[in-house]
């Protein structure tokens, strides 16, 4: 039995035990001898070596275990402050991606290409993105390669559409990215990173994770982001029949689109 005097419970149960190593041996000794008050000193001498070898192994061993308990107790108070302190530089890290993304999603914008005037802003540029050019892209790479394997015609689709619009939105992506690699690689012991990114990607609008899972199919994203959107199951919330074709979520671990 290990007792554990690094708490409330502890702290009593050790009252209890000195009281008892103090105790016992005067009850021993009263229950052995018991006689009235003796008045001579040299027997008052005897009593007194023998109550205190009894009594002072075990209350130094006592002093010593709640030393022990003290330091252990510190340091406790010491971790506990350094694991907040950690969390609180984590959160506000953290913080500054959630308002970078939302800054760089807020400042994506499509314009009509002779008056100039604003098509698509925001969210919605990952509709048209994806609905519209990914879409065409893709119809165009099958047509022209009717016999290449339908991984690659996904990823050159996705290439391509990165080639011709990338410098709009891949700022975006690679953001996101950094937010989540800095949540799986920073995240303090004992706090839960799955809660974490998901306070990331419950941002995402419907065509954003949309475009995410064909960016993860692309030459960049396949190297080092789809392993974190498989691992954290960033593809829950998608639905199959949104996808160009059902068969490409093939291409994920299925753990992607599966919740814990």
């Not at 001898?33 to 009894?54: E, K, L, M, R």
Request: contains cysteine; charged residues 25%.
């Amino acid at each position: 039995m290990t007792l554990k005097v690094d708490s409330r419970e502890g702290f009593w149960s050790l009252c209890v035990l000195a009281l008892a190593v103090l105790v016992t041996p005067l009850a021993l000794y009263v229950f052995r001898f018991y006689a009235p008050f003796a008045t001579d000193q040299n027997i008052w001498s005897d009593f007194g070596q023998y109550y205190g070898g009894v009594t002072s192994p075990a209350l130094s061993a006592l002093a010593f275990v709640a030393l022990v308990a003290t330091l252990n107790l510190q340091r406790k108070q010491i971790d506990d402050t350094d694991r907040r302190s950690q969390l609180v530089d984590f959160e506000s890290t953290l913080r500054y991606y959630l308002e970078a993304l939302r800054d760089i999603l807020n400042a994506i914008d499509l314009h009509h290409s002779e008056t100039g005037a604003v098509t698509a802003q925001g969210a919605d540029v990952f509709r048209v993105y994806y609905r519209g050019r990914l879409a065409a892209i893709f119809r165009k790479t099958r047509g022209a390669n009717p016999n290449l394997d339908e991984r690659e015609i996904v990823r050159r689709s996705f290439d391509e559409l990165y080639r011709k619009y990338g410098a709009n939105f891949g700022h975006y992506f690679r953001t996101l990215y950094r937010a989540i690699l800095y949540v799986h690689t920073s995240c303090p012991p004992k706090a839960d990173r799955k809660h974490y990114v998901g306070l990331i990607t419950c941002r995402l609008s419907r065509y954003e994770i949309l475009l995410l899972a064909y960016n993860c199919l692309g030459s960049i994203g396949e190297r080092k982001f789809k392993k974190l959107v498989e691992d954290y199951h960033l593809l829950e919330y998608i639905d199959p029949e949104d996808m160009i074709s059902y068969d490409h979520l093939m291409f994920y671990d299925p753990k992607a689109m599966i919740g814990d």
